[in-house]
């Protein structure tokens, strides 16, 4: 499958592994190409790591200082976020190469990064989803909202597991 432009999903002081895992797993099925951090709890706790793809031997899952070190200049910042003036997910349009920074469980991405961003989205549910549901809509709105050709018959068949053969039938 070939894929749209450079994706980097940023977390912001994860404290959960299983979250951190799911990420990953979300990175792997959205081609992202690399998943980075900042803060130190996802640190302490990576030992419970639930990549259970093994998706962090593919794509780097790094802890920086500074989310945005070391990206191109071309990388747009999206942060998602529940926060006065953001756009909501279904009306907008994803850059070509974009980092997307996302909050902890517990808290938010801090004012000092969002001032930094390119745009601020948020997903409009009722209440906040956690953060690998929320790396997985947005990943998965960037994928709906991208005009790459996909082959149906042959993303299926690569894409499930050896206990799936269902076919639809007309």
Known sequence: MSKQGSVVIGLFNPKSPSNVGAVLRAAGCYQADEVRYVGERFARASRYSTDTKNVGNSIPLLQVDDLAQGLAEDMSIICVE???????????????NAIYVFGPEDG??????????????????IGCM?????VNVVMYDRLAKSDLPIDDAERIKASRDVNNRLVVRA
Request: proline share 13%; charged share 10%; no cysteine.
């Open 82 to 96: 529940l926060a006065e003036g953001a756009i909501p997910l279904p009306a907008f349009s994803h850059p070509e």
């Open 108 to 125: 938010s991405i801090p004012q000092t990064v969002v001032d930094r961003a390119s745009h601020v989205v948020y997903v409009p549910t």
């Open 130 to 134: 956690n953060l690998a549901a929320t």
